[in-house]
C-alpha cells in the first residue's frame, strides 16, 4: 500500500522596494536565499496568505499586492516529503529594513539573514538563490510585464 504525501500550498513573495531591490531570506538548511512567504492557513488565500507572510515576516505593514506570475511544485523534506505547491506574488513597497519581530522559534532557528538584494547583486553572487535562475526571470517583472497566466517554472 503506497502512502501519498502531504501537501503543503505556499505563497511566495517578490517583494520590491522603490529602488526595486528584492527582498530575500537566508536559511540556515539548505543554506539558500529565498524568497519571503510560506504555508497557506486553512481558510486563507494564497494572496491573504502572502499579506500575513509579508508582515509577519518583515514587519512591513504598507504594501501592494500584485498579480500571481509564477507557479511550481516539488518536494521537500519537511522533516518528511511534502509536495510544494508554490504561488509566487509580486508586492511593492517604500523599502526599510526589515524587523524579525514576528518570527516564529523555527523561523528565529532556521533562518540567518534577511536583506534587500539589487538584481545585479543577484547575478554575481555564488551563493544559491531559490528559485532557480531568479535573476534571469526577475527584469520583466521589475518592469511590470507580468504574464497574462502565471509561468510554471521548474522546480529543479
Not at 3 to 12: L, Y
Not at 79 to 95: F, N, S
Not at 123 to 150: N, Y
Request: include cysteine; glycine fraction near 10%.
Amino acid at each position: 500500500m503506497s502512502r501519498t504525501q502531504p501537501e503543503r500550498p505556499t505563497a511566495r513573495v517578490l517583494l520590491f522596494d522603490a529602488q526595486d531591490r528584492i527582498l530575500l531570506m537566508k536559511g540556515r538548511r539548505p543554506g539558500a536565499w529565498f524568497t519571503v512567504g510560506g504555508g497557506v492557513e486553512p481558510g486563507e488565500t494564497f494572496i491573504e496568505a502572502a499579506a500575513r507572510e509579508i508582515r509577519e515576516e518583515t514587519g512591513i505593514a504598507d504594501f501592494v499586492l500584485g498579480p500571481v506570475v509564477w507557479v511550481r511544485e516539488g518536494v521537500m523534506r519537511l522533516p518528511e516529503p511534502t509536495l510544494l505547491k508554490e504561488c509566487y506574488i509580486v508586492a511593492r513597497c517604500d523599502g526599510g529594513d526589515p524587523v524579525r519581530d514576528g518570527w516564529n522559534a523555527i523561523e528565529r532557528e532556521l533562518i540567518d539573514d534577511i536583506r534587500w538584494w539589487t538584481l545585479g547583486e543577484l547575478h554575481m553572487t555564488q551563493d544559491r538563490v531559490f528559485p532557480p535562475g531568479l535573476p534571469h526571470r526577475l527584469p520583466p517583472i521589475i518592469a511590470g510585464s507580468f504574464p497574462v497566466e502565471p509561468e510554471v517554472i521548474p522546480w529543479i
